[in-house]
C-alpha cells in the first residue's frame, strides 16, 4: 500500500505539474496575444488582415445575391415615401437636378430629372469599359465586379459635360454623350469644384512610408491627402499637402490627434485626417474673413474645417469640434461657412433598416468674424434627415436649400425657413433591388441655362440616344 500510495501521490504530481504547465502557457499565449495587440506585433496584424480580406470577399458575395445587403446600402423602405413628390409648388426650384447613385444593375448612373422625376438625361458609368486596365492602383484595392467603386463628387460644365471622382479608379471627364475625354490616374475622392480658372479643384490621397506606422497588411504606410488642382483638360497643375500644411503651420497637436503617445507615437488606422471636401473662396464673392486665393479644407476624422491661403499657405482659420464627421463646408459669404453636420453619434451600421430616432443630422453655419454658430436645420420627427456618412448640400439662388441625404438614397429641398419643398427618393424599381432604396451620393439643381431647351439641344449631338420631351 505505501508504495500505491507513493505512485499516486507521484501521478497526481505529475498531474498537477501538467496542469500549472499548461496554464502557465495558456496565460503566456494571452499575455503575448494582449501585447501583440497593443503594439501591433506578429501575428495579430497578419490575422487582422487576413479576417479583413475575408469580411470583404463575404461583403462582395453577399452584395451580389443580397443587394441590400451590400455596400451601396440599398433599402427596403419601412414607411412609404413617394419617388418624387412637390410638397410646395410655388417654392420650390424650377431647374432640374442631377443625381448620381447606384441603379438597379449595381452600376454608378448620373442623372437628370425634373420635379416630376422625369429622367431628361443619364449618363450609366461602366467603370470597366471606361477604364480597362487600372495598373495605377494596387491589385489588393483593384475592382473586380460591378459597381467598381462609387462616383464621390462631380461637377457639370457649361458644355454639359460632368468632370467626376470614380474611387478608386480617379477623375474622369464625360462628354454629354457619355463619351470619355479624358481621365487622371489618381486616388480622387469625395469632391470636385470649379477652382474659377475653367479648372477644377479636388482632394486626393495617396500612401507614403512613415516611420513607426504600419498597416493592417504590415506595410508601413499612411495616407497623405492633397488638395490638387487640374486644368480644363485634364493636367494635374498643382498639389498641396494638407498634411505638411498643418505641420508647417503649427498644428502637431490637432494632426497627431488621433494617436496612441504614452510610448512613442502609434496609430490605429492610418486615416489620420479623412479629407472629403475642398473648395476656393468664389471669384464672384464679397470678401470678409475670407477672400481671394482662400481654401476650405473639412478633416472629417478632425472634426475639423480649416481654411488657409494657396499663395501663403498660411491657415486663418481652424474650427474643430462642435460638429461630428462633417461634409461638404462652403463658403456662403465672406465671413461664413455652412457644412453637412454628420452629428454620428450612433455607430454606422451597413443594414440599419430605419434611422436612429434620438440622433438627427444637421446644417450648420460657422460665423468666423464673431465665432458664433447656428443651426439651419436639423432633423426632426416631421422632416426626418440623418446620414451617418456621407452627404451634400447646395444653397440656391431663391435662397433654398437642396439636400443630398446619402444613406438613405434621397434628395430634398428646404425653404429659408425650412419647410419641405420637394423631396426624391432613389426608389429602385426590378429586378432583384425592385422595391429597395439604393444610395445616392450627391443631388444638385442645374445652374442658369441649363433648362429643358438646352437639353433637347444638347440631345440632338447624340445621335444614340433618345431627346428629352
Known amino acids: 500500500m505505501p508504495r500505491v500510495r507513493r505512485r499516486l501521490r507521484a501521478l497526481n504530481s505529475d498531474r498537477i505539474a501538467a496542469i500549472l504547465f499548461a496554464l502557465a502557457v495558456a496565460f503566456a499565449i494571452w499575455l503575448y496575444g494582449v501585447l501583440a495587440h497593443r503594439n501591433d506585433i506578429f501575428p495579430y496584424p497578419q490575422l487582422r488582415a487576413v479576417l479583413m480580406q475575408a469580411q470583404k470577399g463575404l461583403t462582395l458575395i453577399r452584395g451580389q445575391v443580397r443587394p441590400e445587403d451590400g455596400w451601396f446600402f440599398y433599402r427596403r423602405p419601412i414607411e412609404s415615401v413617394p419617388e418624387t413628390h412637390t410638397y410646395l409648388p410655388d417654392a420650390v426650384s424650377k431647374a432640374p437636378v442631377l443625381v448620381y447613385g447606384i441603379d438597379e444593375d449595381r452600376k454608378m448612373a448620373v442623372r437628370i430629372i425634373d420635379n416630376e422625376g422625369t429622367v431628361l438625361h443619364q449618363w450609366v458609368i461602366d467603370i470597366f469599359a471606361l477604364w480597362p486596365k487600372a495598373d495605377h492602383i ?25 468632370v467626376f471622382n470614380f474611387e478608386p479608379f480617379g477623375l474622369i471627364r464625360l462628354d454629354y454623350c457619355g463619351n470619355p475625354v479624358w481621365r487622371v490616374p489618381a486616388f480622387t475622392h469625395h469632391s470636385v469644384e470649379r477652382d474659377g480658372n475653367g479648372g477644377f479643384i479636388v482632394s486626393e490621397q495617396d500612401y507614403v512610408a512613415e516611420p513607426g506606422k504600419t498597416d493592417d497588411s504590415g506595410n508601413v ?72 486665393g482662400d481654401i476650405l479644407v473639412s478633416l472629417r476624422n478632425l472634426n475639423t474645417v480649416i481654411v488657409f491661403n494657396r499663395g501663403t499657405r498660411k491657415i486663418k482659420y481652424v474650427h474643430t469640434g462642435s460638429f461630428l464627421m462633417q461634409h461638404d463646408p462652403d463658403f456662403i459669404s465672406g465671413d461664413e461657412i455652412s457644412l453637412f453636420d454628420n452629428h454620428s453619434l450612433v455607430q454606422s451600421e451597413m ?80 429586378g432583384v433591388a425592385e422595391g429597395l432604396l439604393g444610395m445616392v451620393l450627391g443631388g444638385s439643381r442645374l445652374p442658369a441655362g441649363f433648362d429643358r431647351h438646352r437639353l433637347q439641344e444638347l440631345g440632338r449631338t447624340c445621335a444614340s440616344l433618345p431627346v428629352a420631351p
Open 138 to 162: 494596387p491589385e489588393r484595392d483593384r475592382p473586380k465586379a460591378d459597381p467598381g467603386g462609387e462616383i464621390h463628387g462631380l461637377v457639370i460644365t457649361s458644355k454639359g459635360d460632368i
Open 221 to 292: 504606410e499612411i495616407f497623405r491627402e492633397y488638395v490638387t488642382f487640374v486644368s480644363a483638360h485634364g493636367q494635374v497643375v498643382e498639389r498641396i499637402s494638407v498634411n505638411d500644411l498643418l505641420l508647417e503651420n503649427g498644428l502637431d497637436g490637432l494632426y497627431y490627434l488621433a494617436a496612441h503617445a504614452p510610448f512613442g507615437l502609434h496609430f490605429d488606422d492610418n486615416d489620420l485626417l479623412h479629407m472629403n471636401d475642398a473648395e476656393i473662396f468664389p471669384a464672384d464673392m464679397q470678401p470678409g474673413v475670407f477672400g481671394p
Open 351 to 430: 443594414n440599419r433598416r430605419e434611422r436612429p430616432r434620438d440622433v438627427a443630422s444637421r446644417i450648420v453655419i460657422l460665423n468666423a468674424r464673431d465665432g458664433t454658430e447656428r443651426v439651419f436645420f436639423e432633423g426632426s420627427a416631421e422632416v426626418p434627415f440623418f446620414s451617418d456618412i456621407m452627404g451634400k448640400h447646395q444653397w440656391l439662388p431663391n435662397g433654398n436649400l437642396l439636400v443630398t441625404e446619402a444613406r438613405w438614397g434621397r434628395v430634398f429641398e428646404l425653404t429659408p425657413d425650412g419647410r419641405l419643398a420637394w423631396e426624391y427618393n432613389n426608389i429602385l424599381d426590378r
